[in-house]
């Protein structure tokens, strides 16, 4: 089973950054994603890499977000520039696998204030 730890959510000031860091116990050579759930709003994709480095983004978050990730490590990154109120929820990190099983961390909170 793999499991998938988020970290590196906070509060933080509009116009701020976070990075978020989701470390897998093992690689998923496939996609990986962020999502992120406001409270009384349904939950969204944020952005996604694919194996051979693909991304795609939100267009609420282009231009501010940048997903990557590290292989060795096993982790992927979503690096968040110039934050903004509407920014704040919960964010998820989604990995899929080659036979397309879904796995999900527990999530970290994200606050921007403005």
């Known amino acids: 089973q793999v499991q998938l730890v988020e970290s590196g959510g906070g509060l933080v000031q509009a116009g701020g950054s976070l990075r978020l860091s989701c470390a897998g116990s093992?690689?998923?050579?496939?996609?990986m994603a962020w999502h992120r759930q406001a409270p009384g709003k349904q939950r969204e994709l944020v952005a996604s890499i694919l194996a051979g480095g693909n991304t795609n983004y939100a267009d609420s978050v282009k231009g501010r977000f940048t997903i990557s990730r590290d292989y060795a490590k096993n982790t992927v990154y979503l690096q968040m520039n110039s934050l903004k109120p509407e920014d704040t929820a919960v964010y998820y990190c989604?990995?899929?696998?080659?036979?397309?099983?879904?796995?999900w961390g527990q999530g970290t909170q994200v606050t921007v204030s403005s």
């Open positions: 093992t690689t998923i050579n496939n996609m």
């Open positions: 989604q990995g899929v696998d080659i036979w397309a099983r879904n796995y």
